[in-house]
């Protein structure tokens, strides 16, 4: 997604986004309104070169080389976040809580993708005028705006789910829930918008004035039109509230999940040097083996997305506290704001790539769904041992089959639903 014109935009009428991709003169914070200085030079200049002088060049530089990294990056990640979709919807065993919140972020990083992406590549193909009105403007805004705090929010409520299975396994029995996962989820998107809607509100459309010569045609651009101080309080409050708050939370979590797997690890030792039988291939055991792979696979997951949105964070705080900007510093900044960018698309497309190397699950799903998009596997089939291990197995125990061939991770999650229902079920039928 832009993780810029977005999330972000500067008071500056910048190109496209909240940062500039052009080496940009030092009075550009002044260049789009009546009361600026009168330059003599101004009279004599064209609308196309007044229009090249205050708001740079139509199209970045940079277009060519970002728009080869983004088509790459685009397809790769829509591909696998609309397979990541697909299977979770086709197949009723992939509906857990874990998946549900996976599902969300899935559709949150298409959203990045399907509308972000070409909206920033068009915008750096011609920086001006923005042509989808007012209302396109403060759609794009929310859009994005809401769709950075979702993926934040969306990464920590499923480690939450981790937590509370890992920790605290009799509470997930009634916590850790398909119903509940569907609440937080909608609560989750609520939220969102709602938090988005300050910033949104701060931006709009502004064209360019020039003393002497009045407003140049064909000029306006989205960007922020509202007191900076407003702008800059909002994104250094929302910054450490969706993302360095949500990030210690999550580190923390992982910490204390960590502490219990290894004080698990340690007893399960401890009863082997006692000659006592290894419970691998108990149901207990195997729950245990499945909620460590799944954990690794779920830390991995949230390490990537923490590389990926670090920059972009970064880029908008930097943005926010620099109050004077040189044209060597602008110069410079310009190649980390890309590099940032390009870090953020690369978390959407991330995702998919960790569920395919990490979960034979979602592996041989995504395979089905590739090769036989309109087939459904037969019951027996579906069920198949081989699709719930993931390819991060322990070396101490390898999961087998539950009762009537079920996986034992399947069985767990069944129980998990029926229990949602009032009762247990013993069988799959």
């Known amino acids: 997604m832009n993780s810029y014109v977005n999330c972000s935009s500067s008071e500056f009428p910048l190109p496209q986004r909240d940062f500039p991709v052009e080496p940009i003169s030092p009075d550009l914070s002044s260049r789009t309104h009546p009361e600026t200085f009168f330059d003599p030079k101004d009279a004599n200049l064209t609308e196309e070169q007044l229009r090249d002088k205050y708001l740079g060049p139509r199209r970045s ?22 397979l990541t979709c697909i299977v979770i919807l086709r197949h009723r065993f992939m509906r857990t809580p874990t998946n549900y919140y996976l599902f969300s972020l899935a559709v949150s990083d298409l ?135 949500p990030m ?16 698990e690890k340690m007893l399960e030792a401890l009863g082997a040097k006692t000659g006592s039988s290894r419970n691998c291939h108990n149901p207990q055991g195997q729950k245990k083996v499945r909620r460590r792979q799944v954990t690794k696979m779920l830390f991995v997951l949230v390490v990537v997305f923490g590389i990926c949105w670090a920059p972009f964070h970064t880029d908008r705080l930097v943005w926010s506290f620099v109050s004077t900007w040189t044209s060597n510093m602008l110069h410079m900044f310009q190649y980390v704001h890309i590099i940032s960018g390009v870090f953020f698309y690369l978390s959407s497309a991330a995702n998919p790539i960790l569920y395919n190397l990490m979960s034979s699950r979602f592996r041989e799903m995504f395979k089905e769904a590739m090769c036989r998009p309109g087939h459904r596997p037969p019951r027996a089939r579906r ?47």
Not at 67 to 81: E, M, Q, R, S
Not at 410 to 422: F, P, Q, S, V, W
């Open 383 to 429: 069920y198949s041992p081989s699709v719930t291990r993931t390819t991060t197995r322990s070396t101490e125990c390898e999961p087998v089959p539950g009762p009537g061939g079920l996986p034992p991770a399947d069985a767990e999650e069944y129980e998990l639903e029926d229990m949602e229902r009032g009762h247990h079920a013993m069988s799959l039928c």
């Open 248 to 263: 210690g939370t999550i580190s923390v979590l992982y910490l204390l999940i960590g502490l219990q797997l290894k004080k």
């Open 61 to 82: 530089n940079f277009f060519v080389p970002v728009c080869v990294i983004y088509l790459l990056i685009f397809l790769v990640g829509a591909v696998g976040n609309t």
């Open 111 to 245: 959203l990045v993708l399907l509308l972000g992406m070409p909206l920033e590549l068009y915008d750096m193909w011609s920086n001006y005028p923005f042509l989808l009105g007012a209302s396109g403007c403060y759609f794009k805004t929310l859009l994005f705006e809401a769709v950075c705090f979702a993926s934040i929010l969306n990464v920590t409520a499923l480690s939450v789910e981790r937590y509370i299975a890992v920790v605290h396994p009799l509470k997930a029995k009634y916590v850790v829930t398909r119903n509940h996962a569907k609440r937080v989820i909608v609560t989750i998107w609520v939220l969102s918008v709602v938090c988005s809607i300050p910033n949104t509100s701060l931006h709009g459309l502004q064209p360019l004035y020039v003393p002497g010569r009045g407003r140049v045609p064909d000029s306006e651009i989205c960007t922020l039109v509202k007191p900076r101080l407003t702008y800059n309080l909002i994104i250094q409050v929302t910054t450490i509230l969706f993302f360095f708050l």
